[in-house]
């Protein structure tokens, strides 16, 4: 069964150096996202992607974070500089298309923790 | 805006008892709804989805739910728990009228099923 990959896993950095993150979507999906999760709550979109193009960035701190997928397949998301606050499991997840209908597959996540 | 609701931060049952995990939703059109399983330091797994028809959703691992426009809850079901079962679970909702399909997540609900 095809998964979404993720990695690192884990990342442990000191405040103010730079991190990034990467995501292998399912094959053929177009839609990917990355979410940020808190420990206690829910995932909360930063970013997402129809193909190459981003639809929604409201969420993603833009001063500190980016977020690219160049040819429309793997993805990357930067944090520079890294933050206390910004320790959490960070998902990347994929669906087919994107419409609203369409299950989101999950990542194993990446847990950040910044010293 | 759209929001959910997972009023009980834990919930404890015994194995072979009926299980419910309860979820509201707040959206400005229909809805489009999931539930989503979190086992520790994973990412998350689909469990079942409501777009349209049936109010009643059928998923994996014997788990259901109950989709109640008039009172605006999707609350997940078990007939009989397993230990297995023991995990952190997710309500999302998605606004129909919005073609990107931003997903916003409860805070999740930890399931625990004792022997």
């Known amino acids: 069964e095809a998964e979404v990959a993720q990695s690192p896993r884990y990342k442990i950095t000191e405040k103010s150096q730079a991190v990034a993150f990467w995501c292998d979507p399912i094959?053929?999906?177009?839609?990917l996202y990355w979410y940020r999760q808190i420990l206690g709550q829910g995932p909360e979109l930063l970013v997402q992607f129809q193909d190459e193009s981003v639809v929604d960035d409201s969420q993603l701190p833009k001063d500190r974070f980016s977020a690219e997928r160049l040819k429309g397949v793997d993805s990357t998301l930067k944090i520079q500089p890294a933050e206390l606050g910004d320790s959490a499991m960070y998902l990347c997840?994929?669906?087919?298309?994107?419409?609203?209908?369409?299950?989101?597959?999950f990542g194993p996540g990446t847990r950040l923790t910044v010293l | 805006a759209q929001s959910v609701a997972q009023p009980e931060d834990q919930v404890n049952v015994a194995e072979g008892n009926p299980l419910t995990v309860k979820c509201t939703y707040s959206?400005?059109?229909?809805?489009?709804l999931f539930w989503y399983v979190q086992y520790p330091n994973r990412g998350l797994q689909f469990l079942l989805k409501?777009?349209?028809?049936?109010?009643l959703v059928k998923g994996s691992y014997g788990f259901e739910a109950e989709f109640n426009k008039s009172q605006t809850s999707f609350h997940l079901k078990k007939p009989s728990a397993l230990v297995s079962d023991s995990a952190l679970y997710f309500c999302?909702?998605?606004?129909?009228?919005?073609?990107?399909?931003?997903?916003?997540f409860g805070d999740g609900t930890t399931l625990t099923v004792k022997p």
């Open positions: 999302a909702v998605r606004d129909i009228n919005t073609n990107a399909g931003k997903s916003t």
């Open positions: 094959s053929g999906h177009a839609t």
């Open positions: 959206v400005s059109g229909n809805p489009y």
């Open positions: 997840a994929s669906s087919p298309q994107g419409p609203s209908t369409d299950t989101q597959y």
């Open positions: 409501y777009i349209t028809g049936d109010n």
